[in-house]
């Protein structure tokens, strides 16, 4: 006679397995994304100042700048 498998408790253990496998890899995904997440915002910040930089020196410039002098007619 062959003996017959609990078939219930097995298949329980194994979606349990999956549920805690699937939370714990959201909560790695998660903690791996925010780190990177701060990094990109920082060199976000860094680009935005850069280039309000070249934008100032852009405007400096082209503006037009004080004509010379005349020079004084000697009498």
């Known amino acids: 006679m062959t ?3 609990a078939w219930w408790p097995l298949i329980g253990w194994v979606w349990m397995g999956i549920l805690i ?3 714990m890899g959201v909560a790695l995904i998660t903690l791996l994304a925010a780190g990177k997440q701060g ?3 920082q ?3 860094h680009l935005r100042w ?7 020196e ?5 503006k ?4 010379k002098p005349r020079k004084r007619r000697k009498r």
């Not at 852009?58 to 082209?62: A, F, G, K, M, Q």
């Not at 037009?64 to 004509?67: A, C, R």
Request: charged share 40%; hydrophobic share 35%; glycine share 4%.
């Open 3 to 5: 003996e017959t498998i």
């Open 21 to 23: 496998g699937f939370v």
């Open 39 to 41: 990094e990109l915002e």
């Open 43 to 45: 060199e976000n910040l």
């Open 50 to 56: 850069v280039r309000d930089s070249l934008k100032e």
């Open 58 to 62: 852009i405007l400096r410039l082209e």
């Open 64 to 67: 037009p700048s004080k004509p």
